[in-house]
T-cell receptor
Framework: SQELEQSPQSLIVQEGKNLTINCTSS?????LYWYKQKYGEGLIFLMM?????EEKSHEKITAKLDEKKQQSSLHITASQPSHAGIYLC???????????FGTGTKLQVIP | DAGVIQSPRHEVTEMGQEVTLRCKPI?????LFWYRQTMMRGLELLIY????????DSGMPEDRFSAKMPNASFSTLKIQPSEPRDSAVYFC???????????FGPGTRLTVT
C-alpha cells in the first residue's frame, strides 16, 4: 500500500545482533499492528499500538508508536534464527478497524 | 479451537475455469476478512464481513470475484473466470468484536495457468 511504507525491504543479520524495522504512514494512525509471517504460513499477531508514544514488548521484540502517530519501529534484541520471517505492519487509518498492510520486511538470521 | 481453516491449500487451474476457495472462521468470531498476497502488491484486503453481511468490498478487483458468507461458520471466495494474474496466496482471517487481533488461516496458494 502506498499509504504504508516499510524499511528495509529485507535484512540479513548475524545471530545475536539487534535490528530495527520501520513503518511509516502517510496518514494519522488510529491503530498500528505488527504481524509476523513464516514462509507458506499465515500471519501471526505480535502486538498492536494505539497511543502516541506507546511501547509494547513481546519476548525480545519491542515496538513503539511515535508521538505524532505516523511512524512505528519494531526492534529485536539479540536476534535468533527463530526470529526469521516476514514482518508486516498494518495500519488502521480510518478509525473503523479496516487494516491496510505494508509490503513487509524479510528477515534472515544467520547462525 | 482449530483456528481458521482454509481449503484447498493449493489449487492449480487453467485460465477460464471457475475457482472456489473456502474458509471456516474461528467459532464466535463475527468478522471475516479475505486477503490476497502477491510479491508485487503485498497483502491486500479484498472484502470483509460482519455478522455474515458484506461491509466493504472495495478491494475486490473486478466482477469476476465474488464472496459469500451464508452462515457464521463458512465463507467462499469465487473467481469466475480465472486468469493467470489471479495467481496469488489467498488468506482468510477472522476476528471477534471488541478485540484487535485478526487470526489468519494458512492460506490457499492459487496458480492459474
Amino acid at each position: 500500500s502506498q499509504e504504508l511504507e516499510q524499511s528495509p525491504q529485507s535484512l540479513i543479520v548475524q545471530e545475536g545482533k539487534n535490528l530495527t524495522i520501520n513503518c511509516t504512514s502517510s496518514k494519522t494512525l488510529y491503530g498500528l499492528y505488527w504481524y509476523k509471517q513464516k514462509y507458506g504460513e499465515g500471519l501471526i499477531f505480535l502486538m498492536m499500538l494505539q497511543k502516541g508514544g506507546e511501547e509494547k514488548s513481546h519476548e525480545k521484540i519491542t515496538a513503539k508508536l511515535d508521538e505524532k502517530k505516523q511512524q512505528s519501529s519494531l526492534h529485536i534484541t539479540a536476534s535468533q534464527p527463530s526470529h526469521a520471517g516476514i514482518y508486516l505492519c498494518g495500519a488502521d487509518t480510518g478509525g473503523y478497524q479496516k487494516v491496510t498492510f505494508g509490503t513487509g520486511t524479510k528477515l534472515q538470521v544467520i547462525p | 479451537d482449530a483456528g481458521v481453516i482454509q481449503s484447498p491449500r493449493h489449487e492449480v487451474t487453467e485460465m477460464g475455469q471457475e475457482v472456489t476457495l473456502r474458509c471456516k472462521p474461528i467459532s464466535g468470531h463475527d468478522y471475516l476478512f479475505w486477503y490476497r498476497q502477491t510479491m508485487m502488491r503485498g497483502l491486500e484486503l479484498l472484502i470483509y464481513f460482519n455478522n455474515n453481511v458484506p461491509i466493504d468490498d472495495s478491494g475486490m478487483p473486478e466482477d469476476r470475484f465474488s464472496a459469500k458468507m451464508p452462515n457464521a461458520s463458512f465463507s467462499t471466495l469465487k473467481i469466475q473466470p480465472s486468469e493467470p494474474r489471479d495467481s496469488a496466496v489467498y488468506f482468510c482471517a477472522s476476528r471477534q468484536t471488541g478485540t484487535y487481533e485478526q487470526y489468519f488461516g494458512p492460506g490457499t496458494r492459487l496458480t492459474v495457468t
